[in-house]
């Protein structure tokens, strides 16, 4: 099944991790490096934050969405994703990534907690895009 696209954009980076990413309209221009633990100085963003912040931007605004459609819960304006992406070797070549979402929705019960971060799952195009291919684990604080 094809998307209907509403919205693109382009980036385009050079020097790899070591280098610099730009966004077509130049509205985000970001200094790239390697972090220490895969051998590099440390300075600059890597890919993997820029991945952390926009699944967690976008994983908060699936459950606004979600709770927008029925799901009786307001989603707090103090709520929060945080986006704990790792990336290490896989056994059979290359390299892979994990990725751990945790949700605070201060002053939501539990169960509909729960509930609205189920649905988010499922509405997410990042959790989409990932599902099946990389592992992610949800938590409630």
Do not use: W
């Amino acid at each position: 099944m094809a998307t209907k696209i509403l919205y693109s954009t382009s980036s385009t980076a050079t020097g790899g991790r070591d280098g610099r990413a730009r966004t077509a309209d130049g509205s985000f221009e970001v200094t790239l490096g390697t972090p220490k633990e895969l051998g590099g100085n440390g300075q600059g963003n890597n890919p993997e934050q820029l991945f952390a912040s926009g699944y967690a931007a976008c994983f908060l605004g699936a459950m606004k969405f979600a709770a927008s459609q029925g799901q009786h819960v307001k989603v707090p304006a103090d709520a929060t994703v945080t986006a704990t992406v790792g990336i290490g070797p896989r056994a059979d070549k290359g390299f892979g990534l994990a990725v751990a979402l945790e949700i605070s929705l201060p002053g939501v019960d539990r169960a509909a907690a729960e509930a609205l971060v189920a649905e988010a799952d499922t509405i997410c195009p990042y959790s989409h895009a990932v599902r099946g291919n990389i592992e992610v684990k949800l938590s409630v604080a």
